[in-house]
C-alpha cells in the first residue's frame, strides 16, 4: 500500500503568541522571533518533496522561510489546514477571557463561533487526504497550527498537550486511514516557546 510521509508541525511565534492573544481564524504576521524559529528549524528537517501550509499568514510566512532553506517550492496552500475558530474569543488574552467568560476556558466551556474538535478534525483530514492523493508515496512537510495538531494528536489516543512553535507529530497518509507515529520538535529549548495561551 502506497503511504505518503508527513512531517506535520506548528507554525513560528507569531507577534500575537507574543502577547498572549488567541488567535484562530485572525491573520497576524511572525514575529521576529517566529521568523527566525523558522530559519533555524530547516536544518533539522531533511528532505522533502514538496511543503504545505495552512492560508494563514503565521503559517504561510513560516512555510515560506523553510521552503527557501531547503530550496524547495512552491509552497502549496490549504486553508483546510488552518486553526481552529476561537469565535468571541479570537483576539482577546487569557485575562480578557477569564474576565468575561469567568471559569469557561478550566471547565472547557467555549464561546458562540467556536469551532468544535468533530469539526476541525474533519477538514483537517480531508486536507491531509488532499495531500496524499497529490503526492502519494511522498515525503511532506506540513505547516499548521497548534490547535490542528491537538485534534490530530487527540483522535489517536495521545494525550491532549500545548504544541511548541515548530513542535508536532509525524504521520503517515494512505487510502486506508491515518496513523501517528512520534512527537518532535525542529527547535531546541533556547528557541522554542509555547505556553497555553499562545496555543490559538
Do not use: C
Request: hydrophobic residues 40%; without cysteine.
Amino acid at each position: 500500500m502506497v503511504t505518503t510521509d508527513l512531517l506535520v508541525v506548528r507554525h513560528g511565534q507569531s507577534e500575537w503568541n507574543a502577547i498572549g492573544r488567541w488567535q484562530g481564524h485572525a491573520d497576524p504576521s511572525l514575529s521576529e522571533l517566529g521568523r527566525r524559529q523558522a530559519f533555524v528549524a530547516a536544518a533539522s528537517i531533511g528532505a522533502v518533496d514538496g511543503i504545505v501550509s495552512s492560508d494563514l499568514l503565521r503559517a504561510a510566512e513560516t512555510a515560506a522561510i523553510i521552503a527557501e532553506q531547503l530550496g524547495v517550492g512552491p509552497v502549496v496552500v490549504d486553508e483546510r489546514l488552518r486553526e481552529r475558530n476561537a469565535g468571541e474569543w479570537t483576539g482577546l488574552t487569557r485575562a480578557e477571557i477569564d474576565k468575561g467568560w469567568p471559569g469557561w476556558i478550566d471547565s472547557a466551556r467555549r464561546p458562540a463561533g467556536y469551532e468544535g474538535f468533530e469539526d476541525v478534525l474533519a477538514r483537517v483530514v480531508d486536507g491531509l487526504d488532499a495531500i496524499h492523493e497529490a503526492t502519494p508515496g511522498g515525503s511532506l512537510l506540513v505547516v499548521t497550527h497548534g490547535g490542528v495538531i491537538r485534534a490530530l494528536a487527540r483522535s489517536h489516543g495521545l494525550d491532549d498537550i500545548p504544541i511548541a512553535n515548530l513542535g508536532g507529530l509525524t504521520m503517515r497518509v494512505s487510502a486506508s486511514g491515518h496513523t501517528v507515529g512520534e512527537r518532535i520538535s525542529l527547535l531546541d529549548g533556547q528557541t522554542a516557546t509555547v505556553t497555553e495561551k499562545e496555543e490559538l
